[in-house]
Every structure is written in structure tokens, then in C-alpha cells.
């Protein structure tokens, strides 16, 4: 009988929906549901039957064990040895996102986490190695925090060319190997991850995916975003303080911060992109030696929000704006202003652009310090 399938596009009862699949999943069962990439079929890997059938979808391939995903990306300490500053680095900023990361574990952390799940080792390790997950995706999240236990998601070997699929029709093919669908409509990309092998001082992309080398790169740096509405005024002012105050504290040239990995940047949660900076902005700054000319907006994406560190908002409405595109994300969110709400100049006086230019470069200096970027 086939696998009956929830749609939760036409569901209400989206509470039901994930308690049902973590009860499936905590009795052995094998569960299609979305990732940030495809979809996949999740199971319990401390469960017998429900390895026996992953293995079995992945057309009985015994030696590699399966990606284990992963709710957040501090789950990943209970994996693997404590992260050195490069792998800190790349769960900080890669995760969640479309990104499977392999780590080395030592023997002794490999028999201690074996121990803990009540598995053998060789469910979750290859030759000491572990390839972890943490997708964003919501309903992707909330399964694996409702799961009770540690949870693979793998491709049927019927889908290995990374070819997407509707979950219907992967269910159809696999018929009565999985006992529950979850159909959240077309996944955020359609491509398989991309995976990276960390290394002692540095990774190696294994399978090049949604992200290439040059945006894995990116990614790595120290991104910085001022957010208001249209990116005319507020941020693209804040945008240009910071660069001032950053590049005076380490002794180069505003056009040398990118050089250093440092991205300072600003767009609005409703931009028409391509429109200048208010000429009073302009004009404000130029009082200080900071040059506004070449500002143009743009739109915020999530995107951008996947490569920031902190994303520092003109107003609480941009923050909710913001907290709505990245769910996973919240703790990089910050109101600029200590008050939170920073009114918006357009159509005001220079004087008034000049008055909030000096206001922000105290609140931009206060912010950068609180986070150790300056």
C-alpha cells in the first residue's frame, strides 16, 4: 500500500504533521521528506530496521555511512573532537545551509559517541571520518528536533544523479520502503549540497553543489549588513560610517577592506535597486571625508543574509523583515539603535542627516566592539 503523503501547503495542522513523522521515525519507519536542496528519505540511524533500509535505498552500499543532518549546528559537538578555528569557522558560517561538511574524529571521541547513541561505530564513521548536515529548511529542522534520536537523510540510489523529484513520484518509485511523505512544495535550490572535507588548516570541496569555490569563499569572510527600506539614506549612511571607522582602526584604505575578507554592505528589505543615496546623505557625509557618490541600492536577499555575520537593523520592523527571511539565524540580528527604532530622514533637512550621521557613529562604534569585529 502506498505511503500516504501529506501536503503541507493544503494542511493546517502543521504541529500533527511533524509530531506524526517523528513517531514514524522513532518506530524504525523511513520518511520522504524536503531539505534545503531535494528531498530525502530520513531514518533513525540508532534504529536496526530503519539502517536495513537505508541501506537498501541506497542500493545496498554497506561501506559509507550516511550523512547525518543535523537540527543546529552546535549538534555537530556531539560528533566530533572540539572544532579548531577553521571548522568553527565553517559551521559559524556555512550552517545551516546547503553544505554536508566531513570531519576527522579521533578514535577515542569515535567510541565515546558510539557509546552515547548505542550504535556501532561504523554506522556513523568511515575510516574516521563523519560527514554531518545541517540543512535550512523548516520543516527539515523541526523533524530532526522532534526525532529523539540521530537521524540520516539520504538520496535513493534511483535519484543519485542528483536529478530533483516531486516527493510523490519518489514515493511512487519507492513504493512500500517508505511509510510517510512530506510534501512542503519545490525545495530552495535543486541541486545536491555541496560537500567539503575539513582539514587541520584548511577544506576540500569533495562534490561541487549549490555552492562553488568562489562563494564557499565569500562565505568565509566577515560580512557585514546595514538593513533599512529602500537603502537610500539609513543604511548606505551606516554602510559608509563603518567602512570609515573599520579601515581608521586598522590602518588601510576604505578600498582595502575586501582585500583584508572584510565586506561592509547595506540593502533594504523593499530597494529598487540601481537608485543613488539621498543627496542630503551625500551631503552629511561629505562633512566627514566620506564619500556617498557611488552608493547604489539594492534589494536584500537571503543570499546576502547567508554571508553575514551580523546584520544590523534601522528598525524593529526591519528586524521582524529581516528574522523572516532567516529563520534559523536569529542571533546575528541586531537593532543598530540601543532603542531599536532609528526614524527614517528621507525628505528631512541635511541638518537632520548630519545630527543621525554623528548618532551612528557612535551606536556603529558600540556595535563593532560588542562584536569584536573592530
Known amino acids: 500500500?502506498?505511503?500516504?503523503?501529506?501536503?503541507?501547503?493544503?494542511?493546517?495542522?502543521?504541529?500533527?504533521?511533524?509530531?506524526?513523522?517523528?513517531?514514524?521515525?522513532?518506530?524504525?519507519?523511513?520518511v520522504i521528506m524536503p531539505t534545503d536542496t531535494l528531498y530525502g528519505v530520513a531514518g533513525r540511524i540508532d534504529l536496526p530496521v530503519a539502517v536495513a533500509g537505508l541501506k537498501k535505498l541506497r542500493g545496498g552500499d554497506e561501506a559509507t555511512p550516511p550523512?547525518?543532518?543535523?537540527?543546529?549546528?552546535e549538534d555537530a559537538l556531539q560528533y566530533?573532537?572540539?572544532?579548531?578555528?577553521?571548522?568553527?569557522?565553517?559551521?559559524?558560517?556555512?550552517?545551516?545551509?546547503?553544505?554536508?561538511?566531513i570531519f576527522n574524529v579521533s578514535a577515542e571521541?569515535?567510541?565515546?559517541?558510539?557509546?552515547?547513541?548505542?550504535?556501532?561505530?561504523?554506522?556513523?564513521?568511515?575510516?574516521?571520518r563523519i560527514l554531518l548536515r545541517c540543512p535550512d529548511h523548516r520543516v527539515a529542522r523541526n523533524v530532526l528536533e522532534a526525532a529523539g534520536g540521530p537521524v540520516a537523510v539520504v538520496l535513493a540510489s534511483i535519484q543519485m544523479n542528483n536529478t530533483p523529484m516531486r516527493p510523490a513520484d519518489l514515493a511512487?518509485?519507492?513504493?512500500?520502503?517508505?511509510?510517510?511523505?512530506?510534501?512542503?512544495?519545490?525545495?530552495?535550490?535543486?541541486?545536491?549540497?555541496?560537500?567539503?572535507?575539513?582539514?587541520?588548516?584548511?577544506?576540500?570541496?569533495?562534490?561541487?553543489?549549490?555552492?562553488?569555490?568562489?562563494?564557499?569563499?565569500?562565505?568565509?569572510?566577515?560580512?557585514?549588513?546595514?538593513?533599512?527600506s529602500g537603502n537610500t539614506c539609513r543604511s548606505p549612511m551606516?554602510?559608509?560610517?563603518?567602512?570609515?571607522?573599520?579601515?581608521?582602526?586598522?590602518?588601510?584604505?576604505?578600498?582595502?577592506?575586501?582585500?583584508?575578507?572584510?565586506?561592509?554592505?547595506?540593502?533594504?528589505?523593499?530597494?529598487?535597486?540601481?537608485?543613488?543615496?539621498?543627496?542630503?546623505?551625500?551631503?552629511?557625509?561629505q562633512q566627514s571625508n566620506i564619500d556617498l557618490t557611488a552608493h547604489r541600492s539594492q534589494l536584500l536577499t537571503v543570499e546576502l543574509l547567508h554571508q553575514a555575520d551580523l546584520v544590523l537593523t534601522m528598525s524593529n520592523a526591519h528586524g521582524d523583515a529581516v528574522r523572516a527571511m532567516l529563520p534559523s539565524d536569529h542571533e546575528k540580528i541586531t537593532p543598530l539603535s540601543?532603542?531599536?527604532?532609528?526614524?527614517?530622514?528621507?525628505?528631512?533637512?541635511?541638518?537632520?542627516?548630519?545630527?543621525?550621521?554623528?548618532?551612528?557613529?557612535?551606536?556603529?562604534?558600540?556595535?563593532l566592539e560588542q562584536h569584536a569585529i573592530i
Request: with cysteine; charged share 20%.
Open 80 to 101: 566530533i573532537d572540539p572544532p579548531n578555528e577553521l571548522a568553527q569557522r565553517l559551521l559559524d558560517k556555512l550552517w545551516p545551509g546547503p553544505v554536508a561538511l
Open 172 to 228: 511512487d518509485k519507492l513504493n512500500d520502503q517508505i511509510q510517510l511523505v512530506i510534501d512542503a512544495g519545490p525545495t530552495p535550490y535543486t541541486r545536491a549540497s555541496t560537500i567539503l572535507r575539513v582539514q587541520d588548516d584548511h577544506y576540500q570541496i569533495v562534490r561541487q553543489g549549490v555552492y562553488d569555490q568562489r562563494i564557499i569563499e565569500r562565505l568565509l569572510q566577515t560580512t557585514i549588513i546595514f538593513v533599512c
Open 67 to 73: 550523512t547525518i543532518h543535523l537540527p543546529h549546528r
Open 1 to 30: 500500500m502506498p505511503a500516504p503523503i501529506i501536503n503541507l501547503l493544503a494542511t493546517a495542522d502543521y504541529a500533527a504533521t511533524i509530531a506524526r513523522a517523528a513517531q514514524m521515525l522513532a518506530a524504525g519507519k523511513l
Open 338 to 367: 540601543p532603542d531599536g527604532d532609528i526614524p527614517d530622514p528621507i525628505g528631512m533637512s541635511v541638518e537632520v542627516y548630519k545630527n543621525l550621521a554623528a548618532q551612528m557613529e557612535g551606536w556603529i562604534q558600540q556595535r
Open 109 to 128: 571521541r569515535r567510541a565515546q559517541v558510539a557509546e552515547h547513541f548505542k550504535v556501532e561505530q561504523s554506522q556513523l564513521y568511515d575510516d574516521g
Open 238 to 285: 551606516a554602510e559608509a560610517i563603518a567602512r570609515h571607522l573599520i579601515s581608521r582602526k586598522l590602518g588601510i584604505n576604505p578600498a582595502d577592506l575586501e582585500k583584508r575578507g572584510i565586506h561592509v554592505l547595506s540593502a533594504g528589505v523593499m530597494a529598487m535597486p540601481g537608485d543613488p543615496a539621498a543627496p542630503q546623505a551625500i551631503y552629511a557625509l
